[in-house]
């Protein structure tokens, strides 16, 4: 069974980074045979795809973020990141990593495995 | 890509059928079909409840289904349930690896 949990500090400060990880048991997170995600949500919001990592390491990022994120590998294999520049309170959300399914290599982007969720909350 | 708009709340008595759905656009639910509905119950992981537009996973009742019209995806809920009581997303691909979320429609059980 695949399980995924986040990690983190749950308080940064304005203009600072926001930096979190996600384990992985029951998996490996090797980019390339499912596409490893993160997912936020402001409180009384919708969800927002933040971006996801894959083949070969290479990443992609939503369009609204491009520039302050930065996503990565672990070198155990079994953890991923994300790095968050420049934070506002805007970016106060409940961070969620996920997996996204894949078919024989192609991703079906649908999200099958979440972690439970981190608050992080942007605040001097 | 905008988000995709769902109404904020839906609501149905136990046994009713109800039907909330997600407007794109041409370059997003109208030219592909991954379509995804989440159910999310408030402190827990979301839960794919279709994919693919109208696919249901192993485990997901069949009182589930989805389907789609040109920009509009939609999810109906049959006889329901109680525990059907939660916050539904829809997500779509957008093209160049994006993914695209509605904002979310409160699902009641009156």
């Known amino acids: 069974q695949v399980q995924l949990q986040e990690s983190g500090p749950g308080l940064v400060k304005p203009s600072q980074t926001l930096s979190l990880t996600c384990t992985v048991s029951?998996?490996?997170?090797?980019?390339?045979?499912?596409?490893w995600s993160w997912v936020r949500q402001p409180a009384g919001k919708g969800l927002e795809w933040i971006g996801h990592?894959?083949?070969?390491?290479?990443?992609k990022y939503n369009p609204s973020l491009e520039g302050r994120v930065t996503m990565s590998v672990g070198t155990s294999k079994r953890q991923f990141s994300l790095d968050l520049n420049s934070v506002t309170a805007a970016d106060t959300a409940v961070y969620y990593c996920?997996?996204?399914?894949?078919?024989?290599?192609?991703?079906?982007?649908?999200?099958?495995?979440w972690g439970p969720g981190i608050l992080v909350t942007v605040s001097s | 890509q905008s988000a995709l708009t769902q109404p904020p709340s839906a609501s149905g008595s136990p046994g009713q059928t109800v039907t909330i759905s997600c407007t794109g656009s041409?370059?997003?639910?109208?030219?592909?079909?991954?379509v995804t509905w989440y159910q999310h119950h408030p402190g827990k992981a979301p839960k794919v409840m279709i994919f693919?537009?109208?696919e249901r996973p192993s485990g997901v009742p069949d009182r589930f289904s989805g389907s789609k019209s040109g920009n509009t995806a939609s999810l109906t809920v049959s006889g329901l349930r109680a525990e059907d009581e939660a916050q539904y997303h829809c997500?779509?691909?957008?093209?160049?690896?994006?993914?695209?979320f509605g904002g979310g429609t409160r699902l009641t059980v009156l």
């Open positions: 990592i894959y083949t070969g390491g290479y990443s």
């Open positions: 693919e537009v109208s």
């Open positions: 041409s370059g997003d639910i109208g030219i592909y079909n991954y």
């Open positions: 029951g998996d490996s997170v090797i980019p390339g045979l499912y596409y």
């Open positions: 996920a997996r996204m399914y894949c078919k024989n290599y192609y991703p079906l982007y649908y999200f099958d495995y």
């Open positions: 997500s779509s691909y957008a093209g160049n690896g994006k993914v695209i």
